[in-house]
């Protein structure tokens, strides 16, 4: 099955500041890379996602690459904000089937 | 607005008891997943289902079977809870195959508040 590890496990940036996490994944066949973002005690909540056709999205101060012949691909957040902290987790999969990443726990520094 | 619900926020089991966890989405949608968060673990998918009557083992279904009589309901079963078992679940549901020019996000799997299971 499909196996996805996630870079760092802690982040730490300074408010402002520009933060990268780094996802690799195992199956070729997967097409469908979301990233969602989990605030103490909330629900996992989507906030971007690319398709294996697509090698870059982006929404306002966020954006995702896609690398396939690597099978890696990264969240990048800009201007970062004290409300960025949480736990950001990466997936791939299918349309109905995702394996998760441990997760990376992204602390803003005011 | 979509809208998953779990049957409890926080449960409390022995040893050996039967637990019922149950989940319902208002979306009409297809597919349904269980999946159990435990910390430095991630996301481990425990079983989903792409329809009433469907279900597939994901990575962990070792002591854990499903149900799903109707579309909008998928219950997570714990035969025989046993201390390991200890975790919080979390219910998503997503639909099976949207398409892509209505939704902004068409594979987004929409998840429940969690059921913070102790088992004692």
């Known amino acids: 099955g499909e196996n996805v590890e996630q870079h760092p496990s802690t982040l730490s940036v300074q408010e402002g500041d520009s933060a990268v996490i780094k996802c690799t994944y195992s199956d070729s066949a997967s097409n469908y890379f979301p990233w969602y973002k989990q605030e103490l005690g909330k629900r996992p909540q989507l906030i971007i996602d690319?398709?294996?056709?697509?090698g870059e999205k982006k929404d306002q101060r966020i954006a995702v690459t896609l690398n396939k012949t690597a099978k890696h691909f990264s969240l990048h957040i800009t201007e970062t904000q004290p409300e960025d902290s949480a736990v950001y987790f990466c997936a791939a999969g299918g349309n109905n089937r995702l394996a998760f990443g441990k997760g990376n726990q992204v602390v803003v520094i005011p | 607005d979509v809208k998953v619900t779990q049957s409890s926020r926080y449960l409390v089991k022995r040893t050996g008891e039967k637990v019922f966890l149950e989940c319902v989405q208002d979306?009409?949608?297809?597919?349904m997943f269980w999946y159990r968060q435990d910390p430095g673990l991630g996301l481990r998918l425990i079983y989903f289902?792409?329809?009433?009557?469907?279900?597939e083992k994901g990575d962990i279904p070792e002591g854990y079977s499903v149900s799903r009589e109707k579309k909008e309901r998928f219950s997570l079963i714990l035969e025989s809870a046993s201390t390991n078992q200890t975790s919080m679940y979390l219910c998503?549901?997503?639909?099976?195959?949207?398409?892509?020019?209505?939704?902004?996000?068409?594979?987004?799997?929409?998840f429940g508040p969690g059921t913070r299971l102790t088992v004692t």
């Open positions: 690319i398709r294996s056709n697509v």
């Open positions: 998503a549901s997503s639909l099976e195959a949207p398409g892509t020019s209505y939704f902004l996000h068409p594979y987004e799997q929409y």
């Open positions: 289902s792409y329809d009433v009557k469907m279900k």
């Open positions: 979306m009409d949608h297809e597919n």
